[in-house]
């Protein structure tokens, strides 16, 4: 039994907002104040400490083929940022993207516990969870995309609007099925396909070749399936038009389609741009944040930008192409036979930039402009936005006004003309920060024993030493603690426990349709019978239930 | 490998080629005989979802320095002299771009005519989903990695104006495998040193032919090859003069004469675990007999047990 | 003025790191604090001592900071990373000598392995015999390579001389292997022999001048442009004379000039020297 005595609980699942009282933990459990004093507890004493639940990231980019072919392609990411091997740890290397030890080790170090990769294709979904196993420490999951896939679109050109829907919500079970998967992800709905068709990026009600189906249809429809199979995360949407001048309009227009639905909009700051008259890029974060506000059913993470190297990786294989272009530098491309596509570009971010200054304004002014914390997360997108090593900076810039202020002033001057975050004064709370990382992030996951500290979850534990400098102490917490074992102690790992992997109880789906049976057994390159996930994969899987 | 790192690589699964190229080119590498279904199954009579009438609808071009059973079913075989992979990937740069050059239009490039090239780049850009299949006489050729690295710069260079994608056409077993998980456990896919205890990576320097030749190396574990018959003689010979521990299902050229051969059940026969196919597709392989010896993976876990705790 | 000198005492059975051993870290140190010094020699941490022995003593002022004598194959960066003094081996070098180096003088008698001078800032190295592949390059999956300073190598060097270089000047006397000068930035490349093939090959910017004349084997990528005596040529003859290895082609000679690498926007250029 480890008790967690004198330090500040913030709990805001629980309603508790620095309130001085013990946390309990037993048998992996967050469990009540034994009756008498148990013969065998060890007391962490967190006095002049603030106590969080382990810190939750569902969305991150650390785990499967892209990942891993930005590392292959990067060396000079990692050749001045590597760690020796320890008593407890393995040997890692890797700023932007860092091998799966060193992620666990980086994560755990800032107090995370729960970590979900964001895009898994179907196809490769083997090795996503090959490396998921081989991240220490937090309990992991990823997405399945399907906003490009064959078998998703063909259904969805059936004109019969309930046999449709009725046939995805099967597919998307039987997908994440066989995927081992946690979440429905969307990426660029309809635009992967269109560029390897030569088309130009797509609208909400473009036709997307060779079946016929909008964006609109695939949002819309894959929305449905997920509430409909009640899924604790609802559909996980990176919208067309990532980072271009202009894009809030498709980013107003796609809330507007899923208004009424559950929908979770990820890196939302690469979608709210206004564009200038010429065609540069503006803030459209106010009317975003706007949009968001007055949708309840809606929950966003920010992807804040980070100065510096970032490396840019996604399914959205059209998006990075354009960005090589930028610098004709490296691109690594991988399209992926009947469901997606995969970019990735090194980058490098800057604060003298206009455009990388009006991206970083736009992230912080979509957390600050938003109002319910408990519906907009601190992410960057790792790495695409920056490596997410940079989270303590950005909660003190969340926390402390004068600091942002600062950083204004390193900005490209010209970024005030573009952008509103000179004006905005809110300071996130202690409790704020507790929910925008942890509390509210396994709330939209539907993750009901993490992100809080109540009797019965989790025994993944957080504490902080308090200190002016925000940065700094959220950069090496005094203790985290996962399933009950203390893992950092000091900002160091101390045992690298193993993480288990999460999945969605879908029961035992239906099988796939026999006309979509036959349709993958003609096209793929694999055999349908070898495309499902093996149980080996993700051993002794926790699987939360569906509520549909 | 080490182009990727320069360039990148734009790529696509097997998957994409069966059901989308219309045009594919075979550059230094003879499927028909080294990685014998593939024609059959993704590049050139098997029916695509977009590719209806198999062979029909697909334009195949074999580059080669010698025929082949490959360039011979192909519909133009171009035949290159060796060493000659660099100059004719920088020309087809420049021709597909519409660059000068600085060359006679009747000079030869690689031994082949300059016009050859100028259509070739022309189909190029008319395909629409165009591949590049590239084997061993493009990696093995003068210039080894540059000419990946400049096959990688026409690829992308050529996505200006359609889609088109290199694969490289590898062999021996799962080396697809070995470097993804060379990547995620240590950040590089080959020729990783571990002196310093974290890892670092230079190809030449801590790669197997350059350390075996400088003697770098004073003892040596072998899995999952036969560097008996794969390296080459004065290698074979630096690593018979040190010790050897070699994990190995099969006799061979290799068991005759390292120190230490620990028999270990055939991967994919007898042992279970994760094939990448060359498109980086992850297939499980299963255990379809039983075998007396353990895997390699249970061997290495128990050599590593026993050092830790001696 | 006081000299360190080290004097190999065994080869050691497999390659060592040596990184330390340069005059940044050796002066003013005792011969006894220069013993302890950590050498990695294969996996394990060893001392200086443990391989050398060390004197410090006074000397003339032309003597070096730090002196190495024996044959030093085995040891690799060398010299690496050294901002100032003067370093001198009496001996070949292994890997990376030089490398990352931003000012003082590295002069090797004898030949030197791979990546000499990569990432080179500042500062001069002088090697009396050949170097082998990537003298003045980039790192793997870097952009850039040498970005200043002079490097002469009096023999011949292997494949990659030069490579994705910025800035700064590399003399190569003899004969250069394969891409020499590729994928350039900046900087110049002289080749007092022969190129083998595919010279300047994706350079960007820049220039490889070679002394040994035609004919070259040019990428296609690549087209004469013109005959003439450039001063830049006037400059490099200059500043190899200063540091006492003026080429024998004259200061006055006429170059070929051929632009290329086309590909790359064709900003570059290979100068070939003509006869008389
Ligand atoms: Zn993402």
Redesign the pocket.
């Known amino acids: 039994m480890l008790r967690v005595t004198n330090g500040r609980v913030h709990d805001p699942g629980n309603a508790v907002a620095g309130e001085v009282r013990d946390v309990w933990l037993d048998g992996g459990k967050v469990v009540a104040e034994p009756a008498a004093e148990p013969a065998d507890v060890a007391t962490l004493d967190a006095a002049g400490c603030v106590v969080f639940p382990g810190g939750v990231e569902l969305?991150?980019?650390v785990a499967g083929s892209k990942v891993n072919a930005g590392r292959i392609m990067c060396p000079e990411d990692h050749v001045d940022h590597y760690r020796c091997r320890t008593d407890v740890t393995r040997a890692g290397c890797g700023h932007t993207v860092p091998t799966t030890y060193l992620t666990g080790y980086e994560y755990a170090r800032l107090g995370y516990t729960t970590l979900f990769e964001?895009?898994v294709p179907p196809l490769t979904a083997r090795h996503a969870h090959e490396e998921l196993r081989d991240i220490p420490i937090l309990d992991t999951g990823c997405y399945t995309v399907m906003g490009n896939n064959h078998l998703v679109m063909k259904v969805l050109s059936d004109p019969d609007e309930e046999r449709r829907a009725a046939r995805l919500r099967d597919l998307v079970a039987w997908l994440l099925h066989a995927t081992r998967a946690y979440a429905v992800k969307i990426?660029n709905p309809g635009g992967v396909e269109s560029w390897k068709w030569h088309g130009g990026p797509v609208d909400l009600d473009t036709s997307v070749p060779p079946y016929g189906v909008t964006p609109r249809r695939i949002l819309t429809g894959l929305a449905a399936a997920a509430d409909e199979l009640g899924l604790p995360h609802p559909v996980h949407v990176?919208l067309n038009h990532l980072g271009v001048p202009g894009n809030v309009a498709v980013t107003l227009a796609s809330m507007q389609a899923l208004a009424g639905r559950r929908a979770h909009f990820?890196?939302l700051q690469f979608h709210s741009y206004e564009a200038t008259r010429s065609g540069s890029y503006a803030s459209g974060a106010p009317a975003v944040a706007e949009s968001i506000n007055q949708h309840p059913e809606f929950t966003c993470d920010v992807?804040q930008l980070v100065f510096g190297p970032a490396t840019t990786?996604?399914s959205d294989a059209p998006m990075e192409f354009r960005l090589h272009h930028l610098h004709k530098d490296k691109w690594a491309n991988s399209d992926i036979e009947m469901e997606s596509g995969a970019g990735v570009v090194p980058m490098r971010y800057s604060p003298r930039q206009l455009v990388n200054a009006v991206q970083w304004c736009v992230g912080l002014e979509l957390m600050l402009l938003i109002r319910d914390p408990w519906r907009v997360f601190l992410?960057t997108?790792?790495p695409?936005a920056g490596p997410f090593v940079a989270y303590p900076m950005i909660v003190r810039l969340l926390m402390d006004r004068e600091f942002r202020r600062e950083w204004l002033e390193k900005l490209n001057p010209r970024v005030r003309r573009f952008t509103t975050l000179h004006e905005l004064d809110r300071e996130y709370t202690l409790d704020e920060i507790a929910t925008v990382t942890r509390a509210g992030q396994a709330r939209v996951l539907g993750l009901a024993d993490k992100g809080h500290l109540g009797v019965g979850a989790d025994a993944d534990v957080a504490v902080y030493r308090e200190q002016g400098d925000r940065e700094r102490m959220f950069a090496a917490p005094a203790w985290v603690v996962k399933g009950g074992e203390v893992v950092v102690r000091d900002g160091e790992v101390v045992a690298a426990v193993d993480g288990r992997p999460l999945g969605v109880d879908l029961g035992d789906p239906p099988p796939l349709a026999a006309d979509l049976a036959e349709q993958f057994e003609s096209y793929s390159s694999v055999r349908l019978a070898n495309y499902a996930v093996e149980d080996a994969y993700v051993p002794d899987q926790v699987l939360i239930p569906c509520a549909p | 490998m080490i182009a990727r790192q320069q360039v990148g690589l734009a790529t696509c699964t097997l998957g994409e080629v069966k059901n989308r190229a219309d045009l594919v080119i075979f550059w230094g590498c003879n499927p028909r005989e080294s990685h014998q279904r593939h024609q059959a199954r993704y590049s050139a009579s098997v029916k695509g979802q977009f590719i209806p009438e198999g062979r029909k609808g697909r334009r195949i071009v074999a580059i080669d320095v010698r025929p082949t059973s490959t360039t011979a079913a192909a519909d133009q075989f171009i035949q290159v002299e060796p060493g000659s992979t660099f100059e004719t990937a920088t020309l087809l740069r420049a021709l597909v771009a519409g660059k000068r050059i600085g060359i006679e239009e009747d000079a030869k490039v690689g031994g082949v005519p300059l016009h050859v090239w100028r259509e070739l780049a022309e189909a190029i850009k008319a395909a629409d989903y165009g591949v590049i299949l590239f084997g061993l006489g493009v990696t093995h050729d003068r210039g080894h990695d540059l000419n990946v690295e400049e096959l990688g710069a026409l690829i992308r260079e050529v996505n200006d104006y359609t889609r088109f994608y290199g694969l490289p056409m590898r062999g021996h077993g799962n080396v697809t495998g070995s470097n993804q998980v060379m990547g995620w456990q240590t950040g590089y896919p080959i020729a990783v040193n571990f002196n310093r205890g974290y890892p670092r990576y230079n190809p030449g320097e801590f790669s197997v032919l350059g350390l075996l030749a400088r003697e770098e190396v004073d003892a040596a574990i072998i899995i999952a090859t036969d560097p008996g018959a794969h390296l080459p003689g004065d290698s074979v010979a630096a690593l018979q003069a040190i010790p050897t521990i070699y994990l190995e299902p099969h006799v061979n050229t290799t068991t005759g004469w390292a120190t230490v051969v620990i028999p270990v059940a055939p991967a994919g026969v007898a042992a279970e675990g994760t094939f990448y196919r060359m498109d980086n597709v992850p297939l499980r392989v299963r255990k379809l007999v039983d075998s007396p010896f353990p895997s390699d993976e249970e061997v290495l876990r128990s050599i590593k047990e026993t050092i830790l705790h001696a | 003025m006081r000299t360190v000198t080290l004097t190999l005492k065994a080869e050691p059975p497999v390659s060592a790191e040596a990184e330390q051993l340069i005059p940044d870290v050796v002066a003013g140190k005792t011969a006894e604090e220069v013993r302890r010094l950590p050498l990695l020699v294969g996996n394990r941490r060893e001392t200086v001592g443990d391989w050398f022995d060390v004197v410090v003593d006074e000397a003339e002022a032309a003597a070096p900071d730090l002196l190495l004598r024996g044959d030093l194959v085995r040891f690799k960066r060398l010299g690496e990373g050294m901002s100032r003094g003067a370093m001198v081996v009496e001996g070949r070098v292994g890997f990376h000598a030089g490398a990352r180096m931003s000012g003082g003088s590295l002069t090797i008698a004898g030949d030197a392995g791979d990546f000499l001078g990569a990432h080179m800032a500042g500062g001069r190295i002088i090697v009396r015999g050949d170097a082998g592949h990537y003298v003045a390059a980039a790192y793997r999956g870097e952009k850039t390579g040498m970005k200043g300073g002079t490097i002469v190598v009096t023999g011949s060097v292997g494949q990659m001389v030069g490579a994705r270089m910025r800035r700064g000047l590399v003399y190569v006397q003899g004969d250069a292997g394969d891409v020499a000068g590729y994928n350039m930035k900046g900087g110049t490349v002289v080749v007092g022999g022969a190129p083998a093939a595919r010279v300047g090959a994706r350079m960007v910017r820049g220039t490889v001048a070679v002394l040994g004349g035609e004919p070259l084997e040019l990428l296609p990528t690549f087209s004469y442009a013109c005959t003439y005596a450039p001063t830049f040529w006037r400059v490099v003859h200059h500043e190899l004379a200063r540091v006492g290895h003026a080429p024998r082609v004259g200061p006055g000679v006429t170059f070929r000039r051929y632009c290329g690498d086309v590909n790359e926007g064709g900003r570059g250029e290979v100068l070939a020297a003509q006869p008389g």
Do not use: F
């Open positions: 969305h991150s980019h964001a895009a990426v990176h990820t890196h992807g990786m996604t992410t997108d790792h695409n």
